[in-house]
């Protein structure tokens, strides 16, 4: 029963996109691994541009800093 868990950050990633990801990620397992898709679990979760960091700041600071042409 595989259980596959996609964290991306929240903006704007449309109903059909995640259909997309949940539909591709069941055919991969089975794909790869032969599990059922009956059984296979996709979690989408989106996270914050506030909660996610990377090189040591958000991401809501470095999209500013980029759109502010400094980045």
Do not use: C, H
């Not at 949940?22 to 979690?43: C, D, M, R, S, Y």
């Not at 958000?58 to 502010?68: D, E, F, I, K």
Request: hydrophobic share 35%; aromatic share 4%.
């Amino acid at each position: 029963m595989p259980y596959v868990n996609i964290q991306v950050t929240r903006e704007g990633v449309t109903a059909e996109q995640k259909r997309q990801l949940i539909e591709g990620a069941t055919a991969l397992l089975e794909q790869v691994l032969n599990k059922p898709p009956a059984t296979t679990f996709v979690v989408i979760e989106e996270v914050s541009t506030d909660n996610w960091g990377v090189g040591g700041e958000t991401v809501t600071a470095l999209r500013a800093r980029q759109q502010s042409g400094s980045g």
